[in-house]
């Protein structure tokens, strides 16, 4: 998982357990949460940085933006 991304969800509350089987083979990582306002708060989270994103490059020079700025500030890869 993308460090940012990983951040944004345990900052609102998720749990990230690496998951191994009884041989020591990595299974990847399990998600948990105490409660479901966690993805509330992680909705609102991601609604903040984009909004912090946009606000940094808004008296900027440059173009203000360009798609698939969004998708690289969270790391993600654009498939579609």
């Known amino acids: 998982m993308n460090p940012k991304n990983r ?5 609102c509350g998720f ?19 105490d409660n479901f306002g966690s993805v509330d708060k992680l909705v609102e989270a991601i609604v903040r ?7 940094e490059r808004w ?3 440059e173009p203000w933006m360009n798609p698939g700025d969004l998708l690289t ?4 890869e654009d498939n579609e």
């Open 7 to 11: 951040k944004l969800a345990e900052d």
């Open 15 to 33: 749990y990230f357990y690496d998951m191994t089987d009884v041989d020591g083979q990595n299974l990847g990582y399990s998600v948990e949460s």
């Open 49 to 55: 940085e984009c909004d912090r994103y946009v606000a």
């Open 59 to 61: 008296d900027n020079s």
């Open 73 to 76: 500030h969270f790391g993600i």
